[in-house]
């Protein structure tokens, strides 16, 4: 059981480039989130999915934009990546969006 | 004042002795409360849910207040492998959508 799963692990890109974060939970979760995570801020939601079809914007969703694609896939666009998004990126997923969430590894990007 | 705030810690401590973490937050509206453990490089995981009428699961307690908008942690008999850093969450759903909170953290090292 693989519960929420990231793709890639670690990326570097280079100012101005565009990337795809994937994320795919097999628990059959109604809700899944973007979170970054940067050194002593905590984490801090991007934006959320609150069911199939819906999407909604979470404390720092500028220059992100994201895909519901289906009930199982979330995925984070960064459109022209800019050195402020530098940071852990961590998909979570949860039955409804007031229940515990369950993280991914995370995925370690770095903006040069 | 910021939405969660929890003790800054760190907190270093004996093999076997008890520890507390507190952790308050401003909206009176929030509406469900958990306790996440995070070690070093890795993702969050689910440590405990927080009732309002308080529960316990084995050496790990966890308390709500809503008068007061405090929840506590409290680890007893603490061993080398709690050593991690404690994220107290709150959930809050406003006319704005839902707004899904992570505490900075608190950093417990339990030493030999």
């Known amino acids: 059981n693989a519960g929420v799963t990231q793709t890639p692990k670690f990326q570097v890109l280079k100012t101005g480039q565009s990337m795809t974060l994937q994320c795919a939970q097999d628990?059959?979760?109604?809700?899944m989130y973007w979170y970054r995570q940067d050194p002593g801020m905590g984490l801090r939601l991007i934006y959320y999915s609150a069911s199939e079809g819906t999407t909604d914007k979470g404390e720092v969703p500028n220059g992100y934009n994201v895909s519901r694609l289906n009930k199982r896939e979330f995925s984070l666009r960064l459109e022209s990546a800019a050195p402020s998004q530098t940071s852990v990126y961590f998909c979570?997923?949860?039955?409804?969006?007031?229940?515990?969430?369950?993280f991914g590894d995370g995925t370690r990007l770095s903006i040069l | 004042r910021k939405e969660v705030e929890q003790d800054p810690g760190p907190f270093n401590v004996p093999e076997g002795a008890t520890v507390a973490f507190n952790c308050t937050y401003s909206?009176?509206?929030?509406?469900?409360f958990f306790w996440y453990r995070q070690d070093c490089r890795k993702e969050p995981k689910l440590l405990m849910s927080?009732?309002?009428s308080g529960n316990e699961d084995g050496r790990f307690t966890a308390q709500l207040n809503r008068a007061s908008q405090y929840i506590s942690l409290l680890i007893r008999d603490s061993k080398l492998s709690d050593s991690a850093t404690y994220l107290c969450?709150?959930?809050?759903?406003?006319?704005?959508?839902?707004?899904?909170?992570f505490g900075p953290g608190t950093r417990l090292s339990v030493l030999p």
């Open positions: 927080v009732y309002s």
């Open positions: 979570a997923s949860s039955e409804q969006t007031d229940q515990p969430q369950h």
């Open positions: 909206n009176s509206a929030s509406q469900s």
């Open positions: 628990m059959n979760h109604n809700s």
């Open positions: 969450v709150v959930n809050t759903r406003d006319n704005y959508g839902q707004n899904f909170v």
